[in-house]
């Protein structure tokens, strides 16, 4: 079974580098993605039995390369191949952590289907949106502003914020934030230049 995901890994990279160089269809890589998820469930069925978790992760990773296949295909300026290499990694190190443990598999591709609708409002929301001066000027200055809002120290490192709610304390670290901002202040940054 190792040599199967093995020689399906090769014939992705190959496919995917075949594909760019438009000597292959853009689907073939895709289909490379879903016979090694395939052969890595079952490689995971065989080694520890059926199990819902099993199941579930298989089945959301199956969600994350439809979804990634899709996706270039209704957001023009996608190039499908990408997301080919992002589907291919994401389940190969989805499989990699249900073998450690399946509640961290679990909530690994969770996180990913979140990321991947979350970089798809990104995309519609840079297309409405002009990347000019004003926006320029809101992400440097949230950006700026929460920095200020550290206010305890955990575990000796003091860019901490601690938030009373309704549950308990809610801790985060506002420069997480703010590599967000920096990185959308640079891209309106190179969409459109100072004038």
């Not at 760019?20 to 069925?45: C, D, G, I, N, T």
């Not at 979350?118 to 700026?144: I, S």
């Not at 200020?148 to 308990?168: D, H, P, R």
Request: charged share 10%; with cysteine; net charge positive.
């Amino acid at each position: 079974m190792n040599f199967i995901m093995i020689a399906l890994s090769v014939l992705f990279l190959a496919a995917n580098y075949l594909a760019y160089r438009e000597k292959l269809p853009v689907w073939l890589p895709f289909l490379f993605v879903l016979l090694s998820e395939l052969s890595a469930a079952y490689a995971l069925y065989s080694w520890k039995g059926y199990s819902q978790s099993l199941f579930m992760v298989a089945l959301l990773v199956l969600a994350f390369t439809l979804i990634s296949f899709v996706l270039p295909k209704l957001l023009t300026g996608l190039h499908p191949l990408i997301w080919s290499s992002i589907a291919f990694l994401v389940q190969t190190g989805t499989f990699m952590l249900y073998r450690v443990e399946a509640d961290i598999a679990l909530r690994n591709i969770i996180f990913c289907l979140a990321g991947i609708l979350l970089a798809a409002l990104v995309y519609l929301l840079a297309r409405l949106l002009q990347a000019d001066l004003l926006f320029r000027l809101f992400y440097y200055g949230a950006g700026a502003s929460l920095l200020f809002l550290n206010n305890t120290t955990i575990n000796g490192s003091t860019n901490w914020t601690v938030i009373n709610g309704i549950n308990g304390k809610i801790s985060y670290q506002p420069s997480e934030f703010v590599k967000i901002l920096y990185a959308l202040f640079l891209a309106s940054c190179f969409l459109r230049p100072f004038t």
